[in-house]
């Protein structure tokens, strides 16, 4: 599967984006979806994650409350909307897919084999 990740950009403190992942090639509907990040100098860290049928999501502690992971299978798409941003959400985006989503390695970037291109996020003062 294909991914595409759109809808950074520059917002202020306080503001909302909404990031979407696209994905073509193979049946999007059967892969789990994740979203990373990686700041400046600072390794990846997982944002969220959802199951296949988007019956299960999950959240990294620092954005539980804030940020919202769904997905539109009939779209091929999946989405993260992030609402009152820090500066400390300024990051590299990234979405990242894999037929195979367990509890305990869904953290991990090393868990997904198809990763998008990633969309810049950057949140002003």
């Known amino acids: 599967v294909q991914l595409q990740a759109f809808g950074g950009g520059l917002v202020q403190a306080g503001g909302s984006l909404r990031l979407s992942c696209i994905g073509s090639?193979?049946?999007?509907?059967?892969?789990?979806v994740a979203w990373f990040r990686q700041g400046p100098g600072q390794e990846r860290e997982f944002v969220a994650g959802?199951?296949?049928?988007?019956?299960?999501?999950y959240y990294g502690d620092s954005v539980k409350g804030r940020f919202t992971i769904s997905r539109d299978n009939a779209e091929n798409t999946a989405y993260l909307q992030m609402n009152d941003l820090k500066q400390e959400d300024t990051a590299v985006y990234y979405c990242?897919?894999?037929?195979?989503?367990?509890?305990?390695?869904?953290?991990?970037?090393?868990?997904?084999?198809?990763w998008g291109q990633g969309t810049l996020v950057t949140v002003s003062s």
């Open positions: 090639g193979r049946s999007f509907k059967n892969y789990a």
């Open positions: 959802i199951t296949f049928s988007g019956s299960m999501t």
């Open positions: 990242a897919s894999d037929l195979r989503f367990m509890l305990a390695t869904l953290r991990f970037a090393s868990s997904y084999t198809y």
